[in-house]
């Protein structure tokens, strides 16, 4: 079992920045590639973007292509997401996933509880 912690989230106006952190009991934190996802009221929740198991690899949806950074520490079993930019379309619960063997869009093993984000226009 892997349980996962978000922080980092609150109020900020358009144009500014956060950074969500989310912590990982995993002793083997290096084994998961780790995501972000996003959710608002009536939507699907989405991706946000995806880091491979040691980093290599990252993926972002298009609406947050230049804008998002994902990275990891595997030596502090943390990933993080810096929004830079932020829109007030970026407006949602953003939650953190691991999983032993996808990344991208279908992964989803491991599910943190969600920090909300809330871009002021």
């Known amino acids: 079992q892997v349980q996962l912690l978000e922080s980092g989230g609150g109020l900020v106006q358009a144009a500014g920045s956060l950074r969500l952190s989310c912590a990982a009991s995993?002793?083997?934190?290096?084994?998961?590639?780790m995501g972000w996802f996003r959710q608002s009221p009536g939507k699907e929740r989405e991706l946000v973007a995806a880091?491979?198991?040691?980093?290599?690899?990252?993926n972002y949806a298009d609406s947050v292509k230049g804008r998002f950074t994902i990275s990891r520490d595997n030596r502090k079993n943390t990933v993080y997401l810096q929004m830079n930019s932020l829109k007030p379309e970026d407006t949602a619960v953003y939650y953190c996933?691991?999983?032993?063997?996808?990344?991208?869009?279908?992964?989803?093993?491991?599910w943190g509880q969600g920090t909300q984000v809330t871009v002021s226009s």
């Open positions: 996933t691991a999983d032993p063997n996808r990344v991208g869009v279908q992964m989803g093993e491991y």
């Open positions: 995993a002793r083997t934190f290096s084994t998961f590639a």
């Open positions: 880091i491979s198991w040691r980093g290599s690899s990252t």
